[in-house]
């Protein structure tokens, strides 16, 4: 008999967990939802940068790269407003709230004493 994630996990029986609509889906979601968190960093400025000669110009090329997929209009796989149609998020939302979003701004003073 082989033992499920729930019933080794948690100190419960898994016949007491309640059961959920399986979506066939669901792993593509996280994915998906994944891109969205990963453009996000890009746009405030936290691409992870580590072992690059030009951090600061890197994050600033990943923010312009990320700023414009924000922007598209464009609906072909992958693309920002087809990941919000997969995922029935609102695209004005998450573009409205970018700017409001803190951004990392570091000096090379800065970078010099992070990489001690």
């Known amino acids: 008999m082989a033992w499920t994630m ?4 948690y100190p419960i029986l898994a016949n007491q967990i309640p059961k959920r609509e399986k979506d066939e889906f ?11 968190k990963e453009a996000i960093q890009c746009y405030q400025g936290r691409a ?8 600061e110009l890197v994050r600033e090329i990943e923010r312009g790269q990320a700023k414009r997929w924000f922007a598209s209009e464009s609906t072909i796989p992958g693309t920002f407003l087809w990941i919000c149609r997969r995922l029935k998020l609102k695209p004005s939302t998450i573009r409205a709230k970018l700017d409001d979003m803190p951004r990392l ?9 992070r990489a001690k």
Not at 6 to 9: G, I, K, M, R
Not at 26 to 36: G, M, R, T
Not at 48 to 55: A, F, I, M, Q, W
């Open 6 to 9: 729930a019933e080794v996990s």
């Open 26 to 36: 669901e792993p593509e979601k996280d994915l998906w939802a994944s891109v969205i």
């Open 48 to 55: 992870d940068v580590k072992g690059c000669v030009h951090p």
């Open 105 to 113: 701004t570091l000096h090379r003073k800065q970078y010099k004493e």
